[in-house]
């Protein structure tokens, strides 16, 4: 299939694929006249990048990763590779979840008239507070 089918059976951007060719997350054959062709697993492929890189992964970890997959094969060193940035997803959820509390009492401050923030439906006279 040619570039423009596979962007859009896959949900991504021709630019995206271009890149992920440069990557090296992706191949495809080349027509006489230049143009690119992509067999049917290609879509396959797009969705994992896109799933790897939706989870934080680096295009550089994901090339590391892909001949594993390819050869469906499960080494220490990529299992290893796989939980540090599992770990790395979890810290970083951990401190969302922090920040989202701490924007979420803000959000219960800034509403409230005791907080003595400016909100819709205040009186005129009173000054607003900076948060």
């Known amino acids: 299939m040619r570039i423009g089918e596979l962007a859009t059976r896959a949900g991504v951007s021709v630019r995206a694929l271009r890149y992920y060719e440069e990557q090296g ?3 495809s ?3 006489p006249s230049g143009q690119r062709h992509y067999p049917e697993h ?3 492929r797009v969705q994992l990048v896109q ?3 939706g989870a934080g992964l680096s295009s550089k970890t994901i090339a590391d990763l892909l001949p594993c997959v390819d050869a469906q094969v499960s080494t220490p060193e990529s ?3 796989l939980a540090a940035e599992r770990d790395r997803i979890d810290a970083q959820i951990v401190e969302l979840t922090r920040t989202r509390d701490r924007l979420d009492a803000v959000i219960t401050l800034s509403t409230s008239p005791a907080g003595g923030c400016a909100y819709e439906g205040a ?8 948060i």
């Open 25 to 27: 997350l992706l191949r």
């Open 29 to 31: 054959t080349r027509s």
């Open 42 to 44: 290609a879509v396959d």
């Open 51 to 53: 799933m790897l890189y």
């Open 79 to 81: 299992r290893a590779r």
């Open 123 to 130: 009186p005129a006279e009173q000054e607003p507070v900076a």
